[in-house]
């Protein structure tokens, strides 16, 4: 069993950058791929970037050049930095988990944290 928790929302203008935490609970950490979604409002959630237990990272070409995943084993803890950010880029934030291999799609993951807000005003 896994829980996620994560942190770093907030509201930002357009151009600027935030930074979003996922603290995991758990030893077996750095054996889980990890990943990042999104659902703005109204919208279905969708695969944002993620990243292999060998940090290898695979993001959406929507945010391509624009975010980075990264992950600290030590801490248990995966980061999305994300810069240029857009309005198009408000929604609310989630964190997953899964083990095997990375994929793209919500269904594939086992578990989730609760969210956070990111509102990128024009």
């Known amino acids: 069993q896994v829980q996620l928790v994560e942190s770093g929302g907030g509201l930002v203008q357009a151009g600027g950058s935030l930074r979003l935490s996922c603290a995991a609970s758990?030893?077996?950490?750095?054996?889980?791929?990890m990943a990042w979604f999104r659902q703005a409002p109204g919208k279905a959630r969708e695969f944002v970037i993620g990243?292999?237990?060998?940090?290898?990272?695979s993001p959406a070409d929507s945010v391509k050049g624009r975010f980075t995943i990264s992950r600290d084993n030590a801490k248990n803890t995966v980061y999305l930095q994300m810069n240029s950010l857009k309005p198009e880029d408000t929604a609310v934030y989630y964190c997953a988990a899964r083990s095997g291999t990375l994929r793209l799609g919500v269904s594939a993951y086992d578990y989730w944290g609760q969210g956070t807000q990111v509102t990128v005003s024009s």
């Open positions: 758990g030893r077996t950490f750095s054996s889980y791929v």
């Open positions: 990243i292999t237990r060998n940090s290898d990272t």
